[in-house]
């Protein structure tokens, strides 16, 4: 069984997608500008006691300090990523696909800038990581968050059964109501037709 869901104007599509990852950058941006000028290297700076601590640390790998030594293809990845969403972005309809999208965006779009920006040079940029937790979980920063955070959203929603485009299968078409029915627009439309016809 598959469900369509009445979709939004691509405007606003592509509007609520660049808000969430210009938020996202934005906040990236401002952390790492903050903690670049006031924490020295490797000199943790205690958060919730040591179990959550603020460390300056330069990264030249993905996110979470992995595949250090590949900064340059790193960088071309998260290119790839960045002109991708944007490329299909018109085509999402799903909210929780834009809100996810727009999460990975903003977190690409903040430790590409790193890579391009930041030393030794253009890409090949170290990104700036400073959140530690416990002695277990890898350095990193509000980008890397973002584009978990979203990722797994997106996991979640295709398991569920919520597809990019609207539609729905699976759990969401068996469990969400019929979309015709809880929206006034759709019901305003079906009650223009048929006083048309009669």
């Known amino acids: 069984m598959k469900q369509t869901v009445p979709g939004r104007s691509v405007a606003r599509t592509v509007t609520l997608l660049a808000a969430i990852a210009v938020t996202v950058y934005l906040l990236d941006l401002l952390t790492k500008v903050l903690v670049v000028a006031f924490l020295t290297p490797y000199e943790p700076m205690e958060v919730i006691g040591d179990f959550v601590t603020f460390t300056l640390i330069r990264n030249s790998g993905a996110a979470f300090s992995m595949a250090t030594g590949y900064t340059w293809v790193l960088t071309f990845v998260a290119l790839a990523v960045v002109l991708g969403i944007i490329r299909y972005s018109s085509k999402l309809v799903s909210t929780g696909w834009v809100i996810g999208l727009g999460m990975v965006l903003g977190g690409a779009l903040g430790n590409l800038t790193d890579r391009m920006f930041r030393s030794p040079g253009p890409l090949r940029g170290h990104v700036v990581d400073f959140i530690k937790v416990g002695d277990w979980w890898p350095t990193f920063n509000v980008a890397d ?22 539609t729905r299968t699976g759990w969401a078409a068996r469990n969400d109501p019929d979309p015709a029915e809880t929206d006034p627009t759709e019901a305003d439309s079906t009650d223009e037709e048929t006083d048309n016809h009669a």
């Open 145 to 166: 968050s973002a584009v978990v955070c979203g990722a797994i959203l997106l996991v979640v929603l295709t398991l569920l059964g919520y597809d990019y485009d609207g």
